[in-house]
C-alpha cells in the first residue's frame, strides 16, 4: 500500500512529466483535495497508507489537472478577497491583480453609493467590493449568459444576492438611459488575440476566449468602455479598469477624447501600468 507521501511523490513526477508548473505544490493540493485535508493537516499524515477508493478519486484528479486543466476549476473554488467563490469553466479564474485592483479601490475611491461592474465574470469584483462597502448597491453585467449564472450562484452563497445584482449585458445595452453610477468598474477581455494564443494551455483550453480577448488590437472592449461610460457616471464618479502593460498611453488618448477630466496611471505590485482611473 502507498502512502501519502510516495503518492505525492508519485504525482508530482507525472505532473512534472505534463509540464505543469509547481508541481509538487500543485500535487500536495490535489491530493489534499481529494482527501478533504488541507495541506497541513497532509502533512501530518504523510505515513498514512491510501486506500483504492481514494486513489482512484485521486488518479481522476491528476489526469484532469495533467490536461493541463487549472487546479481551481478542478478543486471548484478560489478565494478572491477573502471571498471562497465557486468557479469554473463558465467564467475566468478571478487573478491576484484584480484582488490588487480591488484593494487599491478601497484606498483611493470614496465609498459609493452605485456601482457597476462591467464582465463580471464569477462576479469577483462586484461581491468583494460588495462586502468592502456595506451601504452600496452593486449592478454586475456580462455578455457570457454562463457568467451570469455563476455571478448569481456565487452572490447568493456569500449572501450579497440582496445588494448584487447579476444581468446578461452587452457593455452598457441593457441599462436604462439615464441610469447612473458612482463607480464603474471593470476587468475587461484586453490581450490580443497573438497574446491570447500564446497563453499557457491552463488558460487558452480552458478559460472561455471571450474573457480574454475583445479582437486583434486587445483594446476593442476598453474602446467601448471608455466611450459610453460618462453617460452612465455620476458627476465625480470614477472609471477603473484593469488593462494590459502595453495599452495606458492609447487608453489616456481616448479617455480625454473622451471628455473625462482627469485620470491616474496605477501600477501592480510588480511596477507594471495596469490599471486606470478616470473621474468624470
Ligand atoms: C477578464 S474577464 C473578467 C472577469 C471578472 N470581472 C474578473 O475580474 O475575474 C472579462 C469578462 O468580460 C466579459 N465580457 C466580454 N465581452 C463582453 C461584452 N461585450 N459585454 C459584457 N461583458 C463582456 C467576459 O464574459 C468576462 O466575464
Redesign the pocket.
Known amino acids: 500500500m502507498r502512502t501519502v507521501l510516495e503518492i505525492i511523490k508519485m504525482s508530482t513526477d507525472f505532473l512534472e512529466g505534463k509540464g505543469v508548473e509547481q508541481a509538487r505544490l500543485q500535487a500536495e493540493l490535489l491530493v489534499g483535495h481529494a482527501l478533504g485535508l488541507k495541506r497541513m493537516q497532509l502533512y501530518l499524515q504523510f505515513e498514512r497508507p491510501l486506500l483504492e477508493p481514494e486513489l482512484e478519486t485521486i488518479r481522476g484528479l491528476l489526469r484532469r489537472r495533467g490536461q493541463r486543466e487549472p487546479l481551481q476549476y478542478i478543486v471548484g473554488t478560489t478565494e478572491f478577497f477573502g471571498l471562497t467563490l465557486k468557479v469554473d469553466r463558465r467564467?475566468?479564474?478571478?487573478?491576484p491583480e484584480?484582488e490588487y485592483l480591488v484593494s487599491l479601490l478601497t484606498e483611493r475611491v470614496n465609498p459609493p453609493a452605485r456601482l457597476l461592474?462591467?464582465?463580471?465574470?464569477?462576479g469577483?469584483?462586484a461581491l468583494a467590493l460588495a462586502v468592502h462597502w456595506p451601504n452600496c448597491s452593486v449592478l454586475a453585467?456580462?455578455?457570457?449568459p454562463e457568467?451570469v449564472a455563476l455571478a448569481e450562484e456565487n452572490a447568493r452563497a456569500t449572501g450579497l444576492a440582496d445588494r448584487v445584482t447579476v444581468r446578461p449585458?452587452?457593455?452598457f445595452a441593457a441599462l436604462r438611459t439615464g441610469e447612473q453610477f458612482d463607480l464603474i468598474v471593470?476587468?475587461?477581455?484586453?490581450l490580443t488575440v497573438q497574446e491570447t494564443d500564446e497563453t499557457a494551455p491552463e488558460v487558452r483550453q480552458f478559460e472561455?476566449r471571450?474573457?480574454?480577448t475583445?479582437g486583434p488590437s486587445g483594446l476593442e472592449?476598453i474602446d467601448?468602455i471608455v466611450a459610453r461610460a460618462q453617460d452612465f457616471l455620476a458627476s465625480g464618479g470614477v472609471l477603473a479598469l484593469?488593462t494590459g502593460i502595453a495599452q495606458h498611453e492609447g487608453i489616456a488618448i481616448k479617455l480625454a477624447a473622451a471628455g473625462f477630466a482627469r485620470h491616474e496611471s496605477l501600477t501592480d505590485l510588480t511596477g507594471r501600468p495596469r490599471y486606470v482611473l478616470a473621474w468624470r
Open positions: 467564467a475566468l479564474i478571478p487573478r484584480t461592474d462591467l464582465g463580471t465574470g464569477t469577483a469584483i453585467l456580462d455578455v457570457s457568467a449585458s452587452d457593455w471593470s476587468n475587461p477581455p484586453y472561455p471571450q474573457a480574454l475583445p472592449a467601448r484593469e
